[in-house]
T-cell receptor, first 113, second 113 residues
Framework: NAGVTQTPKFQVLKTGQSMTLQCAQD?????MSWYRQDPGMGLRLIHY???????DQGEVPNGYNVSRSTTEDFPLRLLSAAPSQTSVYFC????????????FGPGTRLTVL | GESVGLHLPTLSVQEGDNSIINCAYS??????FIWYKQESGKGPQFIID?????DKRQGQRVTVLLNKTVKHLSLQIAATQPGDSAVYFC????????????FGIGTKLQVIP
């Protein structure tokens, strides 16, 4: 099993550009989440999904969109990048959501100029 | 200059000694707690978890203690090794917030050979 994979590993964007961060898992987990990690702060939940076709907002959803068309994939879209979105982004999956072990991907380091 | 808040608490221990990493949690309704380890450039990795009906749980070389009275968690690592050098996060979840895990800012553990 590859576990949770994320692409790209690094990305630099200009303000106003859009992009999609890819996340895939091969563990047949229903629950998937996106977090951002900033210096001096804990991981913060952006969006999550409890199954294909079902998504919901987390703590910091503004500026991000998600969709879940398959169990395996959970892409995160930045519609119009802003410098405040400079961060490291982690995707995670689990059987039981927050009540269970979450498996994290290796992260995407995004810089918005 | 950088804000003090950007600097993680750091614990330095000699190789072979025991390490104790502490965490105060915020929500008195939280009933599930997890410790994660994050090595440089990687995603968080599950270490051990504990539910609120327990005070102590042991794994391989690690022990988690839970004190609900003062809302405090600790992670004890026995015979600390250089490979234990990482940032350690505690996280909390409550039964009403199925996917909503709250992460602490982390503690950096430095193992001195």
């Amino acid at each position: 099993n590859a576990g949770v994979t994320q692409t790209p590993k690094f990305q630099v964007l200009k303000t106003g550009q859009s992009m999609t961060l890819q996340c895939a898992q091969d563990m047949n987990h229903e629950y998937m989440s996106w977090y951002r990690q900033d210096p001096g702060m804990g991981l913060r939940l952006i969006h999550y999904s409890v199954g294909a076709g079902i998504t919901d907002q987390g703590e910091v959803p503004n500026g991000y969109n998600v969709s879940r068309s398959t169990t395996e994939d959970f892409p995160l879209r930045l519609l119009s990048a802003a410098p405040s979105q400079t961060s490291v982004y982690f995707c995670a999956s689990s059987y039981g959501g927050g009540r269970d072990t979450q498996y994290f991907g290796p992260g995407t380091r995004l810089t918005v100029l | 200059g950088e804000s003090v808040g950007l600097h993680l608490p750091t614990l330095s221990v000699q190789e072979g000694d025991n390490s104790i990493i502490n965490c105060a949690y915020s929500n008195s309704a939280s009933d599930y707690f997890i410790w994660y380890k994050q090595e440089s450039g990687k995603g968080p990795q599950f270490i051990i978890d504990i539910r609120s009906n327990m005070d102590k749980r042991q794994g391989q070389r690690v022990t988690v203690l839970l004190n609900k009275t003062v809302k405090h968690l600790s992670l004890q690592i026995a015979a600390t090794q250089p490979g234990d050098s990482a940032v350690y996060f505690c996280a909390e979840n409550y039964s009403g917030g199925y996917q909503k895990v709250t992460f602490g800012i982390g503690t950096k553990l430095q193992v001195i050979p």
